[in-house]
């Protein structure tokens, strides 16, 4: 089954950057993994039900390994913490197969990749295929200092000195990225892909926003709207007609949870895509960065983790 989790071993954990470690991650049982495309995440499932995305560092052309990049979160819910903290060498975890919401486009001419802080581990796997096929790219990453900045010695040696890497350090050399002319200074025909915080994500669509929304590429950390918790309404579920109230401060997810309803969630944030249901019947009130615009219109889906209801009654999928 293409969900069924993964057992793997923690070959390897390594500092990378202040606050962040790399797990590198093989088969439990030997062999090869499933394979990836640049950009993509695996989920990890970790006690206490709680699942977290990291994306995927290395190769998507290896098929032995995966390496995840994980950032010490201080205001966190405990996920990252745990990772850094617990995990030993030769420790086995649970992940679910690798699954991208953010992946490259085929035969661009130029790809212009924008990270921030750690928002640079997707981009990773891109400069490594991208540089595998031969194709163009400039890479621009954003940190608090260069002690913050995640793999820059090893993009410096995919860059070779060719001056595709500009590592922009605000608070140590006060060379801050000028988005605008990132942009500006691109060809008009160039794909963008940028990861990061929600004021760079922001910045970014600003800047970019006369360009073809096809060349425009995102994946955020967060949803840019708070989740909806304020409640008041009913959920029916269509296969079993089962009927549950959704109290205020609660979102449907917690709901359904509460009730013992298994359903699949990772970054309970909006942005993964992991949780998408079906709605029936029903105004889902949309909260998350998944959907398009024009599939929030339809009212055709909705992500349970963030968002809620308009109307009185929501008769789900499930």
């Known amino acids: 089954m293409p969900d069924q989790p993964l057992n793997v071993?923690?070959?390897?954990?390594?500092q990378e950057a202040q606050d962040v470690v790399s797990l590198e991650l093989v088969a439990a049982q030997g062999g090869p993994l499933p394979a990836f495309?640049?950009?993509?995440?695996i989920d990890f499932l970790l006690p206490g039900e709680r699942v977290r995305s990291y994306s995927l560092v290395n190769d998507a052309a290896e098929t032995h390994r995966y390496v995840v990049a994980v950032l010490r979160e201080?205001?966190?819910?405990?996920?990252?913490?745990?990772?850094?903290d617990?995990?030993?060498?030769?420790?086995?975890?649970?992940?679910?197969?690798?699954?991208?919401?953010?992946?490259?486009?085929?035969?661009?001419?130029?790809?212009?990749?924008?990270?921030?802080?750690?928002?640079?581990?997707?981009?990773?796997?891109?400069?490594?295929?991208?540089?595998?096929?031969g194709r163009a790219w400039r890479l621009h990453?954003?940190?608090?200092?260069?002690?913050?900045?995640?793999?820059?010695?090893?993009l410096a040696a995919l860059d070779a000195?060719?001056?595709?890497?500009?590592?922009?350090?605000?608070?140590?050399?006060?060379?801050?990225?000028?988005?605008?002319?990132?942009?500006?200074?691109?060809?008009a025909d160039a794909h963008f892909y940028c990861c990061g915080p929600a004021r760079m994500i922001d910045a970014f669509l600003d800047a970019s926003a006369a360009r073809p929304a096809a060349q425009v590429h995102i994946e955020r950390f967060a949803a840019a709207n708070e989740a909806a918790t304020a409640g008041g309404f009913e959920l029916v579920l269509q296969r079993s007609g089962q009927r549950i109230p959704?109290?205020?401060?609660?979102?449907?997810?917690?709901?359904l949870l509460d009730k013992g309803v298994q359903v699949q969630y990772a970054c309970s944030a909006g942005v993964c895509g992991t949780c998408m249901t079906g709605v029936i019947e029903g105004e889902p009130d949309h909260r998350d960065e998944y959907l398009t615009d024009e599939e929030r219109a339809d009212n055709r889906h909705i992500m349970i983790c963030c968002s809620g209801s308009?109307?009185?009654?929501?008769?789900?999928?499930l």
Do not use: Y
């Open 74 to 84: 201080r205001d966190g819910k405990g996920g990252s913490t745990w990772l850094h």
């Open 246 to 255: 959704v109290a205020p401060g609660k979102t449907i997810l917690d709901a």
């Open 37 to 41: 495309s640049a950009g993509a995440h």
């Open 161 to 187: 000195g060719r001056g595709l890497l500009t590592l922009h350090c605000g608070a140590e050399d006060q060379t801050r990225m000028d988005m605008a002319r990132v942009v500006a200074d691109a060809p």
């Open 310 to 317: 308009k109307s009185p009654t929501l008769v789900l999928d």
């Open 9 to 14: 071993r923690l070959r390897q954990i390594r």
């Open 141 to 154: 990453l954003a940190a608090r200092s260069r002690q913050h900045a995640v793999f820059v010695d090893e």
């Open 86 to 133: 617990h995990p030993r060498v030769g420790d086995v975890l649970q992940v679910r197969p690798p699954v991208n919401d953010f992946p490259l486009s085929a035969d661009t001419a130029m790809s212009v990749l924008i990270g921030g802080g750690i928002g640079v581990t997707p981009l990773m796997s891109m400069v490594r295929q991208l540089e595998r096929e």
